[in-house]
């Protein structure tokens, strides 16, 4: 199983960034993904989930309204689009499989001004 994240960097805030993740090894199309996220010197706190299909997600309060969670799975991707970044969205994101038995590496986003 690998799980390889994309698209992190440094924005301003109220900018936009779409983070992807790439899955290989295992039946992507029939399991669900979350994303989480540690921001520096601090915890991993869950960010959003995407069932199977996209017939349901969820997200963190914080994150309602500027994230989007999305997937395609004729190409093996889940996505993160997220709007209004504020400086509280710097963190490293990762995307991880339903079980929680894997994870990527992680992406980095940056919001500063």
């Known amino acids: 199983v690998q799980l390889v994240e994309s698209g992190g960097r440094l924005v301003q805030p109220g900018e936009s960034l779409r983070l992807s993740c790439l899955a290989s090894?295992?039946?992507?199309?029939?399991?669900?993904m979350n994303w989480v996220r540690q921001a520096p010197g601090k915890g991993l706190e869950w960010v959003s989930y995407?069932?199977?299909?996209?017939?349901?997600?969820y997200y963190q309060n914080s994150e309602k309204g500027r994230f989007t969670v999305s997937r395609d799975d004729a190409k093996n991707t889940v996505y993160l689009q997220m709007a209004s970044l504020e400086r509280e969205d710097t963190a490293t994101y990762y995307c991880?499989?339903?079980?929680?038995?894997?994870w990527g590496n992680g992406t980095l986003v940056t919001v500063s001004a």
């Open positions: 090894g295992f039946d992507f199309s029939n399991g669900a």
């Open positions: 991880v499989t339903e079980t929680w038995a894997f």
């Open positions: 995407i069932d199977i299909g996209e017939e349901n997600s």
